[in-house]
């Protein structure tokens, strides 16, 4: 193989010569799990609400979680963070969408691409917690109902949290999937982790230094995420529960 590898690539200061090129890649990582994290908290709290409307008696509130999961689950990720960046302005209203327009580049991206990854998981979210809830035995329900609880404070100590334990497992998948999905902001600027190996090839002609790099950060950011969730599946077990050990 007549390719000239150069690991010391990484620690050779980029044109401006205010960092190194490694320095932009921990720069592109930070942005990744800023995004990343945002992006799944605002999925996890959007997706277990819709989860549970979609659950409940009151077919309206029921038609309209399954309206929102059928849009956004069958819309390209790429064709969503468009419209959030591109087209959502021109919908608001002239002063609120040129106020947006004016701020800066990078929060404009930043908050485009975080709405996108936020509401296309809720969807995800949304359809693994309804799954959990409709796998628990209609007793549980019934039980408290008949203990005196309302509805909405059956599914808050009763369903939720017996739901939420059966689904970790397939969460952990939709979390690891928000960091893989992150990606797709560079398509608009920007600036993550997959943007930035982007970048360094195109000022070192390093390709594959800097696309190994990513793909071991992406790994070790994967392996941390797996780490952590099966630690919270073992110590959120139920004993004597089917599937605890």
């Known amino acids: 193989m007549s390719y000239n590898w150069n690991w010391d690539i990484f620690l050779s200061p980029t044109p401006s010569g205010e960092s190194t090129y490694l320095g932009w890649l921990l720069d592109g990582l930070q942005w990744t799990l800023t995004l990343s994290l945002g992006a799944w908290i605002m999925a996890l709290v959007l997706g277990i ?16 979680a399954a309206a929102y999961v059928e849009v956004f689950r069958n819309v390209p990720l790429l064709v969503q963070l468009f419209i959030w960046y591109f087209v959502l302005p021109e919908l608001l209203p002239t002063t609120l969408g040129d106020a ?30 309804r799954a959990g809830i409709a796998s628990l035995p209609r007793g549980q329900r019934n039980a408290g109902l008949a203990l005196g609880l309302t509805l909405p404070q059956t599914y808050r100590y009763v369903l939720l ?34 943007r930035q190996s ?3 090839v195109d000022y070192t002609a390093q390709a594959y230094e800097a696309f190994i790099a990513v793909t071991v950060l992406y790994v070790l950011i994967n392996v941390l995420v797996m780490f952590g969730m099966r630690l919270l599946e073992r110590r959120t077990r139920v004993p004597g529960y089917i599937g605890s050990k």
């Open 49 to 64: 609400g819709l989860g549970v409307l979609r659950t409940v008696p009151n077919r309206l509130l029921a038609g309209s």
């Open 198 to 200: 982007q970048q360094l």
């Open 100 to 129: 947006l327009k004016q701020t800066d580049p990078l929060a404009q991206q930043f908050f485009a691409a975080l709405l996108c990854l936020g509401c296309f998981t809720a969807a995800r979210v949304c359809e693994q917690v």
């Open 161 to 194: 949290p017996m739901a939420l334990r059966l689904i970790l497992p397939p969460l952990t998948s939709e979390f690891l999937n928000v960091f893989k999905n992150s990606a797709v902001a560079s398509t608009i600027g920007l600036i993550e982790l997959s």
